[in-house]
């Protein structure tokens, strides 16, 4: 399972939800890799991931892909990324 | 690097007053410069971001983090802190308005995750958040930073 976590830049924001993102996961005793990425990257990393986090704002831009692309609205809220992420953790 | 390490008196404004987000963003930004970490291009590259992006910067309700890709503007990975007397509205769906600006400057993409996780313990931490809120110099944002003890990555 790979998942992509998207913010405009790659240093800042997706830095900060890829690590939420991996303490979700780890409450959940799930492995999967995430990775961070720049919205100018996220394009070609979200076609070999099953599922993209970012925001409301960035979504749009990532555009069509395989992908499950997951809107998070508090990037800090560990409990909003796993409440999202559930459903699609088999 | 922690944040408590990082952060330096210089680098932190409280009780700040802001016009608006572009304002709020350049008063952020004049932190990192007056602290040597980055210079005024580097400020008009965080606004750059927002005006071509939108406000994904405002991560979570009350608090936006202002920053731009590494670039030659950055001379070393460091933050600024501003707490604004009165929050600004940024455009955000869902979390405006913010009273929280923290400008990031980073050299690569992954020199500063020391700091990065250290920022996430006390960015997911509402309590915290709270205090902060209502610290009323820059020694006591330290002080409250400090005694949390943010080293390293929570659990």
């Known amino acids: 399972m790979k998942i992509v976590a998207v913010c405009g830049m790659g240093i800042g924001t997706s830095v900060l939800l890829k690590m939420n993102a991996e303490k979700a996961l780890r409450a959940l005793g799930k492995d999967a890799d995430v990775e961070a990425a720049d919205i100018g990257t996220a394009r070609g990393a979200a076609r070999s991931a099953e599922i993209v986090l970012t925001s409301a704002e960035l979504a749009p831009e990532i555009g069509e892909v395989p992908a499950k692309v997951i809107v998070i609205d508090n990037f800090m809220d560990v409990a909003e990324i796993t409440e999202k992420l559930t459903p699609f953790l088999s | 690097m922690t944040l408590s390490d990082e952060l330096t008196q ?56 202002a920053h731009s890709r590494p670039s030659p503007a ?73 005694t949390t003890g943010n080293e390293g990555p929570a659990s």
């Open chain 2, 74 to 146: 950055v001379q070393r990975a460091g933050i600024g802190w501003l707490q604004l007397a009165e929050p600004v509205e940024f455009g955000h769906e869902k979390n405006d308005p913010v009273w929280l600006v923290v400008a990031l400057a980073a050299l690569d993409h992954d020199g500063h995750l020391g700091l990065m996780s250290s920022l996430a313990a006390v960015l997911g931490d509402t309590d915290l958040l709270a205090s902060l809120r209502d610290a009323d110099s820059p020694a006591r944002v330290l002080e409250i930073l400090t």
């Open chain 2, 10 to 65: 210089d680098a932190i404004s409280v009780g700040a007053h802001a016009e608006d987000w572009r304002d709020a963003v350049r008063q952020a930004g004049d932190l990192l410069t007056a602290t040597g970490v980055a210079t005024d291009d580097y400020t008009d590259e965080m606004i750059a971001t927002v005006e071509k992006l939108g406000p994904y910067i405002v991560l979570a309700p009350g608090v936006a983090l």
